[in-house]
């Protein structure tokens, strides 16, 4: 295995499988030898992974941009009277999702929107509800922990009883990993105070994943927080995961400035940090199977570099994505299926079309 001379502790660990501490991320937080910590970083996924890459044919629905939260790292929230706030009707939402089925290999949704200050909880659960019921052969990944604590707080039902209702009404089968941001109490009190606290935020997943429904995680990083801050993230989701096995694949989301609050006072993170980035959360991240590398946060090419650093997700087709976009990324609104094929393929790798909970669809040898 290739060892850079700082890090030969940190790389037998790895070799022998040796769960790495919080100094051990820490210090990887530091090392500058981005191609020895790629190399270590991918040798992990191969053991665990194999070659396979998985995507999936989905369609975003983003049914409302209006939102109470005010998140500082935000470019997609709106005030009900602002310019280009808009809240989606069923008829709305079913026809996004009929344009959507021009792709005949159209799997499934990803409904995610913002805490609407006079929607109720029946108001979006309708909403997807009407989908489900037109279209029950899209599966449905569906809001965040950050959605699912509101839905929880405006209707006055428990977190399992929300779960449960989308579940079965709904056909809700896997949850996003969106708003765990940094899962920090000093970041989000500076950052977004109006939403889930970070204990929050792990409790819907611990909820979900004893109800049997699987979650994914993220980690927003590059504006405010410490690298002690990211490592701490990465840990309380790995302790989760020892806990309940129920997180399906980790996403980086390198924080995106334009037009956002911290726009003026914060640049976005560099390539290097990115991939530095998704290798340490493959190091860390022992006992998650998957790792995504967003291509529409970090860009097409750094995606493809980054499935030589540990990842073996590259999310999916998209059809449609407005929230990051309107922060100011610059990859295309949406890729076809033949690109990423494409994609995969030029890393070497194998490609294959995967529905929300990671069962393979169709494989490309």
């Known amino acids: 295995m290739l060892n850079s001379n700082e890090y030969t502790d940190i790389a037998q660990k790895v070799d022998q499988g040796i769960r790495l501490t919080r100094e051990d991320g820490i210090r990887l937080f530091h090392c500058n030898d981005i191609a020895w910590l790629g190399a270590l970083a991918d040798s992990v996924r191969k053991k665990k992974c194999g070659d396979i890459v998985y995507y999936n044919v989905n369609c975003h629905v983003n049914l409302t941009n ?25 008829e709305k939402a079913l026809s996004v999702v009929e344009d959507a089925l021009h792709d005949p290999n159209l799997a499934g949704l990803h409904v995610v929107s913002g805490l609407h200050p006079t929607w109720s909880f029946e108001d979006y659960l309708g909403i997807v509800k009407a989908i489900h019921e037109k279209y029950p052969q899209l599966y449905i990944k569906g809001f965040t922990g950050v959605e699912i604590t509101h839905f929880a707080q405006i209707s006055g039902l ?38 889930a606290t970070a204990d929050q935020w792990l409790e819907v997943a611990r909820t979900a994943h004893l109800m049997g429904i699987k979650t994914n995680a993220s980690m927003l990083y590059g504006h405010i927080e410490t690298i002690e801050e990211r490592v701490d993230h990465l840990l309380k989701l790995r302790s989760l995961q020892d806990e309940t ?9 390198p924080f995106l400035p334009k037009n956002t609050e911290l726009g003026q006072k914060i640049k976005q993170t560099s390539m290097w940090d990115d991939l530095r980035t998704m290798a340490i959360s493959r190091l860390m991240l022992d006992n998650f199977m998957n790792i995504k590398a967003y291509w529409v946060m970090l860009t097409v090419p750094v995606a493809q570099i980054a499935l030589g650093f540990g990842a073996n997700d590259i999310d ?39 529905d929300c909970n990671f069962n393979i669809l169709r494989k490309f040898e």
């Open 158 to 195: 428990s977190i399992k009883e929300v779960l449960t209702r989308l579940k079965e009404e709904a056909g809700l089968q896997a949850i996003a990993g969106g708003g765990a941001e940094i899962l920090s109490d000093r970041v989000r009190n500076q950052l977004c105070p109006k939403k």
């Open 66 to 90: 209006i939102c109470t939260s005010h998140c500082k790292f935000c470019a997609f929230g709106r005030d009900k009277d602002d310019a280009g706030a808009y809240e989606m009707t069923k």
């Open 316 to 354: 999916g087709t998209i059809h449609k994505e407005t929230i990051l976009h309107d922060a100011g990324a610059t990859s295309p609104t949406a890729l076809s299926e033949d690109s990423i094929i494409r994609i995969i393929r030029e890393a070497g790798r194998i490609p294959a079309a995967c």
């Open 245 to 253: 096995g129920g997180f399906q694949t980790f996403i980086c989301f």
